[in-house]
């Protein structure tokens, strides 16, 4: 079982609608999660992190988190094309060998217009 | 601020080549990493140096060797490249490797290609 799980996608949804990206990882140490965002031939952004469970929310992006459940999700309301990249989860242990971050294979998402 | 840098962008070897990726970063942080990306295997950790004259083992340190030197820089040497180094090399860097907050930001990538 991979450590950090993603759909590879793609995930295409109209214009103007509520894209859901999800993640789930192996380690329950697991304490930190970021939402990356890489456009094709660039580099990865950080858009979102997240460390409690619930919702944290950051304009358009709403990020969730759910520990018992070991998932994570992103939400990006009134989707636009500009939104149309290759979404990365990650997450970090704390402590010894589980700090490092763990990278998802990422979820292509493409915003129809 | 110019945040991370990466040279060079682009690179084609031959397979027994050697060379070397520099990296830099300006904010003044103390942990860096560089990571391989291929397609449909995500970004792997090859090193990290947690701080100045520390460097450790990633997922795939195999073929690499790395130098910090100095706070700001931090090099990755390819000593005989292979085919199987074909790949996109990120250099990120972070504040501190051990704090869960801790953010980890990208440099844009160097595309090298082992013939």
């Known amino acids: 079982q991979k450590e950090v799980e993603q759909n590879s996608g793609p995930l295409s949804v109209p214009e103007g609608a509520i894209a859901s990206l999800n993640c789930t990882y192996s380690?329950?140490?697991?304490?930190?999660f970021f939402w990356y965002r890489q456009y094709s031939g660039k580099s990865p952004e950080l858009i979102m992190s997240i460390y409690s469970n619930g919702d944290k929310e950051d304009g358009r992006f709403t990020a969730q988190l759910n520990k018992a459940s070991q998932y994570v999700s992103l939400l990006i309301r009134d989707s636009q094309p500009s939104d149309s990249a290759t979404y990365l989860c990650?997450?970090?242990?704390?402590?010894?060998?589980?700090?490092?971050?763990?990278f998802g294979t990422g979820t292509l998402l493409a915003v129809q217009p | 601020n110019a945040g991370v840098t990466q040279t060079p962008k682009f690179q084609v070897l031959k397979t027994g080549q050697s060379m070397t990726l520099q990296c830099a970063q300006d904010m003044n942080h103390n942990s860096m990493y560089w990571y391989r990306q291929d397609p449909g295997m995500g970004l792997r950790l090859i090193y990290y140096?947690?701080?100045?004259?520390?460097?450790d083992k990633g997922e795939v340190p195999n073929g690499y060797n790395v130098s910090r030197l100095n706070k700001r820089e931090f090099s990755l040497r390819l000593e005989s490249a292979a085919p199987s180094q074909t790949s996109v090399y990120f250099c990120?860097?972070?504040?501190?490797?051990?704090?869960?907050?801790?953010?980890?930001?990208f440099g844009p990538g160097t595309r090298l290609t082992v013939l």
């Open positions: 990120a860097s972070s504040e501190r490797l051990a704090g869960y907050t801790d953010t980890q930001y």
């Open positions: 990650a997450v970090k242990g704390y402590g010894g060998a589980t700090n490092k971050l763990i």
């Open positions: 380690d329950r140490v697991s304490q930190s």
């Open positions: 140096s947690a701080s100045e004259g520390t460097t």
